[in-house]
């Protein structure tokens, strides 16, 4: 391949993001597997029962000796496949921390989540099975590191919003999706916290559906109340998805829950249109004058405009040199000066490789 045709293809897949797969039928039938995920049923001292566990590792695993985070999932009977799903939908866009996901059910007994979910009856048995149990079994067999995380949806949500104001030192983060009673024990909880508390060391995301239009309420109601606190070791991010109800919210809910907690986003910082005026004009590779990037200014904002993109896309400044695009983040534009103060782009992709524009 030329290196015409590899710029062209780079700049093609990297800064337009479609690709066309093309792929032969396949006709043969066989049978259903999900790889990857070792299973293993352990009795609860604590609540007296059963449970299956469900364990995902990172691909890389077996092939390093690095110690990874662990997310805890309740409802791992069926929580397990969607964020399989999530993290392998975010990997195409984000660089991840890849944790072990762990997920607690119960197999093809008798699903008791009513029981072990509802922070008012059987939950505190089951968070002690949780923190006594099930953690030093996955420490004691896998690498892990001291991070770890809980997600949580319907009963789940109040057994992690349960969670997050009793046990807050347990985790590092605590994802609550769509809890139930409408989401009123989010600020009941929370409420309850701050007259003994006046900060929480913590990282939370909540969401529910856009149709659950109580728990939406009551959700800003909790966002509201936690914001006037003020807290100093608390991050916090909340999200309504669109058109959705609280079935079809779980997966986005899920999705969102995981890129904020295990994605790596790059911050944005506000520049005034001074400083990236020397960017500004268009740039072209050293072997091929075809292949062109132009960066221009429109209400004080800059813009990146490429040979194979129509709609210009915005850049964020994450440095006074350094820009990515917000809905690329895994591609990076860094404004640099050759030895004769010639300005030129490094175009870092994917793959972190480098492509070199010159003005």
């Not at 039938?29 to 049923?41: A, G, K, L, Q």
């Not at 936690?226 to 919210?249: D, F, M, Q, R």
């Not at 132009?294 to 490429?306: A, M, P």
């Not at 809905?327 to 300005?343: A, N, Y």
Request: hydrophobic share 35%; with cysteine.
């Amino acid at each position: 391949m030329n290196l015409q045709k590899l710029l062209s293809n780079c700049v093609i897949y990297l800064l337009t993001h479609s690709l066309a797969f093309a792929q032969s039928p396949d006709t043969s039938i066989t049978p259903f597997c999900i790889s990857y995920i070792e299973t293993r049923m352990i009795h609860s001292a604590a609540v007296a029962d059963d449970f299956k566990l469900y364990v995902r590792l990172p691909d890389n695993y077996s092939s390093s000796t690095n110690k990874y985070p662990v997310l805890y999932m309740t409802d791992g009977d069926w929580n397990m496949t969607v964020a399989m799903n999530c993290f392998s939908m975010l990997r195409q866009d984000y660089f991840i921390t890849e944790p072990i996901i762990v997920g607690i059910g119960y197999g093809k007994g008798q699903n008791k989540r009513t029981r072990d979910l509802n922070p008012y009856t059987g939950g505190p048995k089951f968070l002690e099975f949780i923190e006594k149990e099930v953690m030093p079994w996955i420490s004691g067999r896998y690498r892990t590191t001291n991070e770890k995380a809980i997600y949580g949806y319907s009963l789940g949500g109040m057994f992690t919003t349960y969670v997050l104001f009793n046990r807050p030192e347990l985790f590092n983060m605590v994802f609550i999706g769509a809890p139930g009673n409408y989401a009123k024990t989010l600020l009941s909880e929370s409420e309850k916290y701050f007259t003994t508390h006046n900060d929480l060391n913590a990282k939370v995301y909540a969401g529910v559906g856009e149709y659950e239009r109580d728990a939406v309420k009551n959700l800003s109601l909790f966002q509201q109340y936690i914001e006037s606190k003020e807290c100093k070791n608390l991050i916090i991010e909340t999200g309504v998805v669109p058109k959705a109800n609280h079935g079809s919210g779980l997966a986005q809910v899920m999705q969102e829950a995981i890129a904020f907690g295990y994605c790596k986003k790059p911050k944005a910082i506000d520049l005034s249109p001074t400083a990236y005026k020397p960017y500004l004009g268009v740039y072209t590779t050293p072997t091929d004058s075809t292949l062109k990037m132009e960066i221009f200014e429109k209400d004080r904002k800059l813009y990146l405009k490429t040979t194979f993109n129509e709609t210009p896309f915005e850049l964020f400044a994450s440095s006074k040199k350094d820009y990515f695009i917000e809905e690329m983040q895994k591609t990076f534009f860094s404004f640099e000066k050759d030895e004769q103060g010639k300005p030129y782009i490094i175009f870092i992709n994917a793959e972190n490789k480098q492509l070199k524009f010159f003005k």
